[in-house]
């Protein structure tokens, strides 16, 4: 399935744009929420990264989706896209299959310039079988990229989702876009680019509630980062020249015009990433305040 078919047209651009310039780090979390489009997502990287004859659009590559290698690799049968699921058995990826996925990553590709391993549902794992990852997501193969395609990230231990930007793949119609919030987020992000850590660490406390605690808290700022990945996600398309009826908050585009300075290309893909990780912390009770802390430090 190439990036044109996924449904999600700024984040299938900010892949493209990403394989395109071989930037994408050497292990993600791709999440959704029934795990199919995870899964799709993955599946059109390992075209977009194969495909022999790929579509090109400005700084966006694509698979042509239907050569002898997309083929391949959609029905599952190309060597150098491992495909791991579940044991049909037992209902879970076990650490056998791990073991096995490490041990054939590490070797070359046999055709591909680079090899794709997905493992599907892999919330699936048990405690063991994600340790045993673990060291492969520190230090993976440089001709391999390992891709975590689920429903739940949050039944990943908190050790290997701090080795894997999560980009989370949100189904339905577009939501109304929540202009308070996307407010406070765009004068963080604009305090962070030209600010010192002091400055950044201040801005911080914008993402934070005037009262409550606890739950509270952390959903106020959920809130705050969901708006600001709808952010990010403008500013590449911008920073692209992409097409521009893409982007969600048009409204605010000379701002978000500005931000391009610099939050384009790679430290855009990294702060993408970092709210990302500042999302699942949240989702796992951490403190708010030291998220949102965090996160500034980071963009």
Same mark, same amino acid.
């Not at 876009?177 to 987020?185: K, L, M, P, Q």
């Not at 850590?197 to 201040?202: D, I, Q, T, W």
């Not at 801005?203 to 934070?208: E, H, N, Q």
């Not at 606890?214 to 969901?226: F, I, M, N, S, T």
């Given at each position: 399935?190439?990036?044109?078919? &996924?449904?999600?047209?700024?984040?299938?651009?900010?892949?493209?744009?990403?394989?395109?310039?071989?930037?994408?780090?050497?292990?993600?979390?791709?999440?959704?929420?029934?795990?199919?489009?995870?899964?799709?997502?993955?599946?059109?990287?390992?075209?977009?990264?194969?495909?022999?004859?790929?579509?090109?659009?400005?700084?966006?590559?694509?698979?042509?989706?239907?050569?002898?290698?997309?083929?391949?690799?959609?029905?599952?049968?190309?060597?150098?896209?491992? &495909?791991?699921?579940?044991?049909?058995?037992?209902?879970?990826?076990?650490?056998?299959?791990?073991?096995?996925?490490?041990?054939?990553?590490?070797?070359?590709?046999?055709?591909?310039?680079?090899?794709?391993?997905?493992?599907?549902?892999?919330?699936?794992?048990?405690?063991?079988?994600?340790?045993?990852?673990?060291?492969?997501?520190?230090?993976?193969?440089?001709?391999?990229?390992?891709?975590?395609?689920?429903?739940?990230?949050?039944? &990943?231990?908190?050790?290997?989702?701090?080795?894997?930007?999560?980009?989370?793949?949100?189904?339905?119609?577009?939501?109304?876009?929540?202009?308070?919030?996307?407010?406070?987020?765009?004068?963080?992000?604009?305090?962070?680019?030209?600010?010192?850590?002091?400055?950044?660490?201040?801005?911080?406390?914008?993402?934070?509630?005037?009262?409550?605690?606890?739950?509270?808290?952390?959903?106020?700022?959920?809130?705050?980062?969901?708006?600001?990945?709808?952010?990010?996600?403008?500013?590449?398309?911008?920073?692209?020249?992409?097409?521009?009826?893409?982007?969600?908050?048009?409204?605010?585009?000379?701002?978000?015009?500005?931000?391009?300075?610099?939050?384009?290309?790679?430290?855009?893909?990294?702060?993408?990433?970092?709210?990302?990780?500042?999302?699942?912390?949240?989702?796992?009770?951490?403190?708010?305040?030291?998220?949102?802390?965090?996160?500034?430090?980071? &963009?």
């Amino acid at each position: 399935m190439p990036f044109r078919d &996924l449904g999600h047209r700024r984040l299938a651009s900010l892949l493209a744009r990403s394989v395109f310039r071989d930037a994408l780090p050497p292990s993600l979390i791709f999440s959704s929420a029934d795990g199919v489009e995870a899964r799709d997502a993955a599946i059109a990287i390992a075209q977009a990264m194969n495909c022999p004859s790929p579509v090109v659009t400005g700084e966006e590559r694509d698979a042509c989706g239907s050569c002898t290698v997309c083929v391949r690799i959609a029905k599952g049968t190309h060597p150098d896209v491992l &495909l791991v699921e579940p044991d049909a058995d037992k209902g879970r990826v076990n650490i056998d299959q791990i073991r096995d996925v490490i041990d054939r990553a590490g070797f070359r590709p046999f055709e591909a310039k680079r090899r794709v391993v997905v493992i599907d549902q892999s919330d699936t794992m048990q405690a063991p079988a994600q340790s045993a990852l673990l060291k492969t997501l520190e230090e993976p193969p440089s001709s391999s990229i390992l891709i975590l395609a689920t429903a739940r990230p949050d039944m &990943l231990l908190a050790t290997v989702r701090s080795r894997c930007p999560l980009l989370r793949f949100v189904s339905g119609r577009r939501e109304d876009i929540d202009v308070e919030a996307r407010d406070i987020a765009g004068e963080v992000l604009k305090e962070a680019a030209s600010g010192d850590a002091a400055g950044k660490l201040e801005a911080a406390k914008l993402l934070l509630p005037k009262a409550g605690a606890g739950k509270v808290e952390r959903d106020h700022v959920a809130r705050h980062l969901r708006a600001m990945t709808s952010l990010l996600r403008d500013v590449e398309v911008l920073a692209t020249r992409a097409d521009a009826s893409v982007i969600a908050n048009a409204d605010v585009r000379s701002d978000l015009e500005q931000l391009t300075r610099t939050f384009g290309g790679d430290r855009g893909i990294r702060a993408y990433a970092a709210v990302g990780e500042a999302l699942s912390a949240l989702d796992d009770n951490h403190n708010a305040k030291i998220v949102a802390d965090w996160l500034v430090l980071q &963009l």
